[in-house]
T-cell receptor
Framework: GQNIDQPTEMTATEGAIVQINCTYQ??????LFWYQQHAGEAPTFLSY????GLEEKGRFSSFLSRSKGYSYLLLKELQMKDSASYLC?????????????FGKGTTLSVSS | GAVVSQHPSWVICKSGTSVKIECRSL??????MFWYRQFPKQSLMLMAT?????????EQGVEKDKFLINHASLTLSTLTVTSAHPEDSSFYIC?????????????FGPGTRLTVT
């Protein structure tokens, strides 16, 4: 079966660093995505990892270990606007082709 | 680039009626479009995958006779919720994947909030 786990909620303060973990067990793997979603809005793309290692993009970095079925999203220099839900999604190949399977999301609250 | 629109952004309908939601890729051709449903404080649940010119593939547990999907062109897919009931009230989001060789990312529309009274 398909299973993607991430913490439900996290809190942090402005300026801090936070790491959101994601573990997955899926049938097939074509890459792992991280999305940010503000309440009532569609997800916006943050990062994509298909090979092991760390991908850095500004204040956000994402890490992948395929052998461990593990990824994390690292957010540095947190700002209030970073309060949102962060979705881990695995790209798999099913009967209809390539599709994204989403985790339940991690709600991050940043306080001053 | 890679913009996806949805229409309407929100809709209220009475129980028993049907509602059509449109998903358009504005500046690229999308061979594959996806329809998701999201309940409050839940993650996105894939409902179906739609390839242009062919029948949609529905995920387990999604009634294909209730959620009709049409992908008639490379830039438009529609989702029709037939005989809507209050439990169908949800946030419906579409996404599209481009038809270029290196395409792996899905581009999401802004979502449609459906309320069935």
């Amino acid at each position: 079966g398909q299973n993607i786990d991430q913490p439900t909620e996290m809190t942090a303060t402005e300026g801090a660093i936070v790491q959101i973990n994601c573990t997955y067990q899926t049938s097939g793997f074509n890459g792992l995505f991280w999305y940010q979603q503000h309440a009532g809005e569609a997800p916006t793309f943050l990062s994509y990892n298909v090979l092991d290692g760390l991908e850095e993009k500004g204040r956000f970095s994402s890490f992948l270990s395929r052998s461990k079925g593990y990824s994390y999203l690292l957010l540095k220099e947190l700002q209030m606007k970073d309060s949102a839900s962060y979705l881990c999604a695995v790209s798999t190949t099913g009967q209809a082709g390539t599709a994204l399977i989403f985790g339940k999301g991690t709600t991050l609250s940043v306080s001053s | 680039g890679a913009v996806v629109s949805q229409h309407p952004s929100w809709v209220i309908c009475k129980s028993g009626t049907s509602v059509k939601i449109e998903c358009r890729s504005l500046d690229f051709q999308a061979t594959t479009m996806f329809w998701y449903r999201q309940f409050p404080k839940q993650s996105l649940m894939l409902m179906a995958t739609s390839n242009e010119g062919s029948k949609a593939t529905y995920e387990q547990g999604v009634e294909k006779d209730k959620f009709l999907i049409n992908h008639a062109s490379l830039t438009l897919s529609t989702l029709t919720v037939t005989s809507a009931h209050p439990e169908d009230s949800s946030f419906y989001i579409c996404s599209a994947r481009g038809n270029w060789a290196s395409s792996y990312e899905q581009y999401f529309g802004p979502g449609t909030r459906l309320t069935v009274t």
